[in-house]
């Protein structure tokens, strides 16, 4: 006898039914393959549970949730005004948070559905899963703070109202950046001919002061042998964020590269021998996805590094004929001057102290990091 819609949680990839790679098919960020790089080298502050959905007792859905605890990370850059009152009161009252979603991605990696359970049913059973996760930490002497779930378009929003999210806070942030590869794009090449004079200029200004550097395709190995060097030109990128709620541990990326072979692709960059930079790419379906990246501060500046990491990965994504590059959050404004256009994304935020959850929109907009920034449109017309 088929059992009503249900969901499981499972806490390893080793418990995973043998078809929940068949539903992630459609995004690499819930295969097994991606979700056992999180078992072995999360940050230390982050553990991710895994959640099949069932109809009719058949897995109908997949999802991940992870728990963050931010009382073991500096959340606010210390040059942000109010840090030390800011950092008191998040940790205070926000540090342990429980989210439906990819605290590590942007865009929606939180879940995929094969179309034999319809949204509604499918997001009831997650709220019931992150309830039950609550339930689990609690007994744990862990008291959540805050629920989420991230980050999904404004045309999803009604699902999530039928679905009885009552009581949660909608919000957008930074936007996401997604640079759409046009059919007539087959290389760099044609891609220039699009371009205004002024971005065109950019571009060869770039090139230009990036003479010099070697850029090299690592393997597993070599991003071992460069392993310490890496996580420090990561670290230096890491910590100048105005808002932070993680650090990759050591090893990450070599991990991730063991896990995902060719399609995690890791692009050092060499100066005189010497590392000064790298840039991390993703392979999720027609969709070219930028991961992590690191450089030296100062030679950054000089060799206008950062720039010419975007028109690298837009270069490799038009050769290898993807549909979209996702740039993702943060430094909008030097995206857009390549191409990319800001997409917004939601996440719903809910307080589990009924009190402080009343003034949720106010508090969340006390503690969002205001970025201003102007699109730019780099093609002619």
């Not at 539903?23 to 999360?42: D, G, H, M, P």
């Not at 393997?219 to 650090?247: K, M, P, W």
Request: proline share 3%.
């Amino acid at each position: 006898m088929a059992k009503p819609a249900h969901y499981i949680i499972y806490d390893t990839t080793a418990q995973l039914p043998d078809t929940w790679d068949v539903l992630a098919q459609r995004n690499i960020f819930l295969s097994s393959a991606y979700l056992s790089v999180l078992e072995q080298s999360a940050p230390q502050n982050l553990n991710a549970h895994f959640i099949g959905l069932y109809q009719n007792n058949a897995l109908a859905g997949i999802a991940v949730a992870q728990y963050i605890n931010l009382d073991k990370v500096n959340t606010f850059a210390p040059g942000e005004r109010g840090f030390c009152f800011k950092e008191y009161l998040f940790k205070k009252f926000a540090s342990q948070v429980l989210v439906i979603g990819n605290n590590m991605l942007t865009g929606q990696n939180a879940y995929v559905l094969n179309g034999t359970i319809d949204e509604v049913t499918a997001l009831k059973l997650l709220e019931g899963s992150i309830k039950q996760l609550k339930g689990h930490y609690r007994k744990n002497h862990v008291r959540i703070n805050i629920l989420a779930i991230k980050d999904f378009s404004n045309s999803e929003w009604p699902a999530f109202d039928a679905a009885g999210f009552k009581g949660y806070y909608r919000f957008c942030t930074q936007p996401n950046m997604v640079f759409d590869i046009r059919a007539n794009w087959q290389s760099i090449d044609d891609y220039l001919l699009d371009l205004s004079t002024k971005y065109r200029t950019q571009y060869n200004r770039a090139r230009k002061k990036a003479a010099g550097i070697e850029k090299r395709k690592l393997s597993a190995e070599d991003i071992q042998e460069h392993n310490e060097c890496i996580q420090r030109l990561y670290i230096t990128v890491a910590g100048n964020a105005s808002f932070n709620t993680f650090h990759l541990p050591e090893n990450h990326f070599y991990t991730f590269k063991k896990a995902l072979g060719e399609n995690f692709l890791f692009y050092g960059y060499f100066l005189d021998g010497k590392l000064i930079g790298f840039n991390t790419l993703i392979k999720n379906g027609a969709d070219m996805d930028t991961y992590f990246l690191g450089y030296d501060a100062a030679l950054q500046k000089e060799k206008m590094l950062y720039l010419n990491m975007l028109y690298d990965m837009a270069g490799y994504a038009m050769k290898k004929q993807f549909s979209h590059i996702i740039y993702g959050r943060s430094a909008m404004e030097i995206k857009s001057s390549v191409g990319a256009r800001a997409e917004n994304v939601y996440g719903l935020i809910k307080h589990t102290n009924p009190l402080i959850n009343f003034f949720r929109k106010r508090i969340f907009t006390y503690f969002d990091p205001v970025v201003t920034w102007h699109q730019r449109n780099p093609f002619k017309n």
